[in-house]
């Protein structure tokens, strides 16, 4: 008789976490968002972001409608002219599960003015003017992700696999190389969304009168089964879009495989992706809470060095001037600290972004292996049909 391959009293002498918990990648992926590298891009990323958006203001792209303040200070979602969005029909969510946009308020000020950005567009209420300006400002997002997102998520995915990480400048010139796949992965798609609502536009059209309003009413079941599509396709974009961007990292795939596996991902593992998402969170709150530590002794710290030569009383004069409070608010060192000190704050924020790509990257290969079955460990070093 054989012996059986799993005897009792086998003792266990090592323990693959990879292949036991798979999603401990996401740990992992939180570690490399703390490398030099990541911090960097993704302060490159934020500047850039700022600068564009507010060449978008001083270009009055802003719109009448004034959503530039998307958010309250607690992180609620308002409307553009500042009331919360009502519960209608249109709305089912809002009214039969009110929680889900409870949820929605708490997430980080950043995120929540985000999202509200990105409804602006599709907001049936919303003005001309303020659609274009919201339009302007989630293209110039996506161009500037485009090259320094795509670029973290090649460091990050290349790290994770243990093989040798492009630097700063590298991941650089790789995002440059290849942001033009991760950009019109978003275009594609919503070109693609356009194209479908030509069909309800035309029926827009007949609704000016209470005759075409009234035969809209009659096909309105139509209308919304196709809507679906439409709801697929947006919901996609915006969900899968992280992953359009790690896909272009991770694989140096065109766009069509960026967009093909992100709605493959995202559709087939729905449950997945959210249990994702909702332990990156987990894990990103520590991890910049350790990261806010930091720069909080470091601020702290230089001034307290410092104060053994200033003196009690100059040191509250000086810091009072930093914060602006002080009779000394004009003098020009106070505004040069105060200068760094807001550097250092802005460096702090950029982390928050670093970490969101490195999780995306994370996220993408633990889901590329639930659906396509590909090892963690996997990742695409040459172009495809290049040599060795």
């Not at 005897?7 to 918990?21: F, I, K, M, N």
């Not at 400002?137 to 994770?160: D, E, M, Q, Y």
């Not at 075409?212 to 309105?220: E, I, M, P, S």
């Not at 139509?222 to 694989?251: D, F, S, T």
Request: with cysteine; aromatic share 10%.
């Amino acid at each position: 008789m054989s012996t059986p391959p799993n005897p009792v009293g086998t003792v266990v002498h090592e323990v693959r976490w990879s292949d036991a918990l798979p999603w401990w990648l996401l740990f992992r992926a939180a570690a490399v968002a703390f490398s030099p590298t990541v911090i960097l891009l993704a302060a490159l990323g934020a500047v850039a972001t700022w600068a564009g958006w507010s060449a978008c203001t001083q270009a009055g792209l802003a719109g009448a409608d004034g959503f530039v303040d998307l958010a309250t200070p607690g992180g609620a979602i308002v409307l553009p002219h500042g009331d919360a969005p009502p519960a209608t029909p249109l709305t089912p969510s809002r009214v039969s599960t009110p929680w889900v946009h409870d949820l929605v308020r708490m997430l980080p000020r950043p995120l929540a003015e985000l999202v509200a950005l990105v409804s602006v567009p599709f907001r049936p209420t919303a003005s001309l003017a303020a659609m274009l300006g919201a339009a302007a400002r989630i293209g110039w997002f996506v161009l500037v992700w485009s090259i320094f997102g795509t670029g973290i998520t090649r460091h990050v995915a290349l790290k994770l696999v243990g093989e040798e990480a492009p630097g700063p400048v590298g991941s650089v010139l790789y995002g440059s190389a290849k942001w033009l796949s991760a950009f019109n992965a978003v275009l594609f798609v919503l070109v693609g969304i356009l194209a479908l609502s030509v069909p309800g536009a035309l029926l827009g059209l007949a609704m000016r009168t209470a005759w075409g309003l009234a035969f809209a009413g009659a096909v309105w079941p139509l209308v919304l089964l196709g809507a679906i599509v439409l709801a697929i396709l947006a919901v996609g974009v915006v969900a899968g879009w992280p992953l359009m961007v790690a896909a272009v990292g991770v694989e140096r795939g065109d766009s069509f495989q960026a967009i093909s596996t992100a709605f493959s991902y995202l559709y087939q593992r729905p449950l997945h992706y959210a249990f994702y998402a909702l332990l990156a969170l987990a894990v990103a709150v520590p991890a910049v809470a350790v990261a806010g530590l930091f720069a909080d002794a470091t601020g702290t710290l230089a001034i307290w060095a410092t104060s053994f030569g200033m003196g009690h009383e100059r040191t509250v004069a000086v810091v009072d001037a930093v914060s602006g409070a002080g009779s000394e608010a004009a003098d020009w060192g106070a505004r040069a600290i105060g200068f760094w000190g807001r550097g250092l704050a802005h460096l702090l924020s950029s982390f928050g972004w670093g970490s969101f790509w490195a999780f995306a990257t994370a996220a993408y290969m633990l889901l590329r292996q639930d659906v396509d079955g590909t090892e963690l460990d996997e990742v695409v070093i040459e172009e495809p049909g290049s040599g060795s």
